[in-house]
């Protein structure tokens, strides 16, 4: 089966860094991907990991480690317009992408 | 370049009916996913075609189906609706189905609700 958890909301303050994080049980694995969506809108692609280790874009950083089944994006400098919900999504088997109910981030000034 | 784009916007349909999803995929792409979801949960996978075949499919049952037209371009389908049917249908297309290269790229949706 394929289970994916992340926290359900978090808080934080601007300009400061928050970790939002992932833990996967999946059938198999070919990435993982993690998008943001506002409110009404659709998921916009943030980042794609599949080996171990930080991938880094800008103020956006992403984590996996395989053996742990563990992810994270990191998030610095935050700003209000980074309030949204954080996606994480692992591709697994025959093209099924299976995503977590998302973390709720709640940037206050 | 236009972005994936879903047709319709909104749909309100009665129990029982059927329902027709449009979707266009990103120029150059061939992959195409559908999705489900409900208010307060993630997207929860229905469909993946590449290249006109089914590559995947999701926990959904039979009533839901798609096809992937030879311009890229897919519908799905919803026989018999149930009020749990409402929710956010969504697109989502990408270059392939490996790698990077099964980054997606989502439509606006469609907003399905079910009377």
């Known amino acids: 089966g394929q289970n994916i958890d992340q926290p359900t909301e978090m808080t934080a303050t601007e300009g400061a860094i928050v970790q939002i994080n992932c833990t996967y049980q999946t059938s198999g694995f070919n990435g993982l991907f993690w998008y943001q969506q506002h409110a009404g809108e659709a998921p916009t692609f943030l980042s794609y990991?599949?080996?171990?280790g930080l991938e880094e874009k800008g103020r956006f950083s992403s984590f996996l480690s395989r053996s742990k089944g563990y992810s994270y994006l990191l998030l610095k400098e935050l700003q209000m317009k980074d309030s949204a919900s954080y996606l994480c999504a692992v591709e697994g088997n025959a093209g099924k992408s299976t995503f977590g109910d998302g973390t709720t981030l709640t940037v206050k000034p | 370049d236009a972005g994936v784009t879903q047709s319709p916007t909104h749909l309100i349909k009665t129990r029982g009916q059927h329902v027709t999803l449009r979707c266009s995929p990103i120029s150059g792409h061939k992959s195409v996913s559908w999705y489900q979801q409900v208010l307060g949960q993630g997207p929860q996978f229905i469909f993946q075609y590449y290249e006109k075949e089914e590559r995947g499919r999701g926990n959904f049952p039979d009533r839901f189906s798609a096809r992937q037209f030879p311009n890229y371009s897919s519908e799905l389908n919803v026989n018999a609706l149930l009020l749990g049917d409402s929710a956010l249908y969504l697109c989502a297309s990408s270059l392939g189905t490996s790698g990077a290269q099964e980054t997606q790229y989502f439509g606006p949706g469609t907003r399905l609700l079910v009377l």
């Open positions: 990991n599949v080996l171990d």
